[in-house]
């Protein structure tokens, strides 16, 4: 299995000289031009070359071997704990005898197995290194990286009510949108129900949280602490139950009477006939027309 890629090499090498040389050559020019105020100019040179070479150096030591820290970052959780116990077993057997050692490490291996809290706290954390180990392959296989295949840092995860959540952050070539339409398969990568990102921080948009979801707690059912409360005397009080409506008989239901204004009739002449409009008004005198 390949830990570093191919890639990844020519990339660290590439920034280590870059890193060596404007390491080197800043570091250089500074130290001579301060040097130059104490001592010859061609002394001040050769001063500033003997500082800024083995700091331009140790920069390259520094971006060069940046692939295999990176890869002790990831895996600090474990070694950690495996140099932990390596340890305490080896000072546990040395100071005790076989029958001792084999108790106490039952004790220390059992005891906290056979409690419910314990036993579902390193369940919960053990799943927190397994999320930060899955989310890595996820950038490695199928998310888009830089060209220089640099994968984001997965910084941190802790145990929640509903699973896990890891702070991560991004490296140049990635942004939120490109996560938010792969949460279907993180999930799957992860080996959980559902998947949510969203940014950790206002101000810097590299800095994201992942939510990694395995159980839903809000359908769990809880003891409420006021059954506590009611008196076990107390008389049951049977209350009837109000008929609830199934259908709606429309027989059964009474039609309003709608009642119409009505309506008056224009009068009648003496002939029977109707008046004729006039489209003159009183303030009209026609005498004058004729």
């Known amino acids: 299995m390949t830990v570093i890629e ?4 020519r990339s660290s090498a590439r920034n280590a000289r870059l890193a060596f040389i404007l390491t080197a050559v800043i570091v250089g020019l500074l130290s001579a031009v301060v040097a130059a105020s ?3 100019p061609i002394l001040a ?7 800024g070479v083995p700091l331009g150096g140790l920069a390259w030591v520094l971006v060069r071997i940046w692939p295999v820290l990176r890869v002790l970052w990831w895996w600090t ?3 950690g704990f495996t140099t932990l116990l390596g340890a305490g077993w080896v000072q546990l057997a040395n100071h005790t005898s076989g029958p001792v050692t084999l108790v106490v490490v039952a004790l220390v291996v059992g005891v906290p197995a056979a409690l419910p809290v314990t036993r579902r706290a390193l369940v919960a954390w053990t799943w927190c290194l397994v999320v930060r180990h899955r989310l890595r392959v996820c950038f490695a296989q199928f998310i888009i990286a830089n060209q220089s ?11 929640t009510p509903v699973g896990e959540r890891v702070w991560v952050y991004l490296r140049p070539g990635l942004s939120l949108g490109d ?15 559902t998947a949510l990102v969203e940014r950790g921080s206002d101000g810097n948009a590299a800095y994201l949280r992942f939510d990694i979801k395995r159980r839903e707690v809000l359908t ?5 602490p006021l059954v506590d409360v009611i008196d076990p005397a107390t008389p049951v009080t049977d209350r009837p139950t109000p008929a609830v409506p199934t259908a709606l008989d429309l027989p059964d239901v009474d ?10 009739k224009p009068p009648a002449t003496a002939n029977g006939s109707k008046p004729a409009a006039s489209s003159s008004t009183p303030e009209d005198d026609v005498s004058d027309w004729i």
């Open 45 to 51: 040179l050769f001063v500033g070359a003997l500082i």
């Open 77 to 79: 959780p474990e070694i």
């Open 6 to 9: 191919a890639k990844v090499h």
């Open 149 to 159: 295949g640099s994968l984001p840092l997965i910084l941190w995860a802790r145990p």
């Open 255 to 264: 039609v309003p009477t709608i009642t119409l204004p009505a309506q008056k």
């Open 220 to 224: 769990a059912q809880v003891g409420s």
């Open 38 to 40: 104490y001592m010859h």
């Open 179 to 193: 996560l938010e339409g792969r949460l279907d398969r993180i999930a799957v990568a992860c080996h959980a129900s």
